[in-house]
């Protein structure tokens, strides 16, 4: 059982634009009136884990403010704050090298959501001895992975190193590491992981991988993805308890209204999110909207992001 997980929470989210620039670090967009790092939290103590160690760098703040005391469902977690540039994920790593010991760990991408069973890739990378194991997948998103199943070993990625085995498999950015790993990066060094996996291939180091293939995985990148995710998920629409929905008021679809929130009487709201503290007037119609924390939509809007 692995007990640890280091879950990258310093992303940008550029591609969401406004509404992580004004606001939040991606990890912490409300999904489903939920911090969307919270469900990489689940998953993974759904699988044992007992801590996590979380990287910040934009917004940091507002970690303190989604979790005030640095636990989750009774486990705690550990911030590490990079600071003045982000460190990228093998920078990341590590970064928090002091934190993890010398246990083996997951790695968990803090801006995806996913339900994958994991208990195989803990079994193939115990068997294999491999110091990283790479969750992968043969759909759902760029498929950049050349992968030999008979070996259980990735030979390429994004065809930087010129295999002729075609890329047939996604990168899910979840992936098992041993602390053997962390000799083969720089300290204070801004470096991404892909990097450090492709020295390893050409060295002749293994690199493992498992397929899986069962389970759900999204990654929310762009505000189609953000909002498609609530459209996957059962049990909307989403409207908190503190929320202040007026006589007439409509809420359908895979729609979401956040913590004291405010929706006025005769308002349309369509799939579309609304965040805590966001407003939207008596009369209004939102169609595949955004209303940020503290913003007003006014009038009949669609694909609008009111930040």
């Known amino acids: 059982m692995i007990s640890q997980a280091f879950v990258l929470g310093a992303g940008l989210g550029t591609r969401l634009k406004a509404l992580t620039l004004n606001y939040r670090p991606k990890p912490l967009i409300p999904v489903a009136n939920r911090p969307l790092i919270t469900y990489a939290f689940d998953h993974l103590r759904h699988e044992g884990v007992k801590r996590f160690v979380v990287n910040t760098h934009w917004r940091a703040e507002a970690y303190g403010e989604a979790f005030p005391q640095p ?12 600071w003045p540039e982000v460190l990228e994920t ?37 068997n294999s001895g491999n110091e990283v194991t790479l969750v992968l997948r043969s759909k759902d998103g760029p498929l950049q992975v050349s992968f030999d199943p008979d070996i259980g070993h990735v030979v390429d990625i994004g065809r930087r190193l010129g295999s002729t085995s075609e890329p047939r498999y996604l990168f899910t950015g979840i992936y098992l590491v041993n602390p053997a790993f962390l000799a083969r990066i720089p300290p204070a060094t801004k470096l991404s992981v892909i ?21 759900e995985w ?12 609530h459209e996957a998920l059962s ?3 989403w409207i908190h308890p503190t929320a202040k929905i007026e006589a007439g008021a409509q809420i359908t679809g895979a729609s979401a ?8 009487a005769g308002a ?40």
């Not at 805590?276 to 992001?305: K, N």
């Open 71 to 82: 636990v989750y469902e009774g486990l705690p977690i550990e911030f590490r704050h990079e």
């Open 90 to 126: 093998a920078g990341g790593i590590k970064n928090v090298e002091d934190l993890l010991g010398n246990q083996p760990f997951w790695v968990y991408n803090g801006d995806i959501l996913s339900t994958l069973p994991l208990a195989p890739v803990v079994e193939a990378h115990a």
């Open 195 to 215: 990097q450090v996996f492709c020295d390893m291939i050409r060295s002749g180091a293994p690199l493992g991988g498992v397929v899986v293939d069962d389970g």
């Open 218 to 229: 999204y990654d929310l990148g762009t505000r189609e993805q953000y909002l498609g995710v």
């Open 235 to 237: 049990g909307g629409p």
């Open 257 to 264: 209204v956040g913590a004291n929130a405010s929706i006025g």
């Open 268 to 307: 349309r709201i369509h799939d579309s999110l609304v965040w805590d503290r966001g407003e939207v007037e008596a009369g209004a119609e939102l169609l595949r909207c955004i209303v940020a924390s503290g913003q007003r939509a006014v009038g009949h809007l669609t694909d609008q992001d009111i930040a």
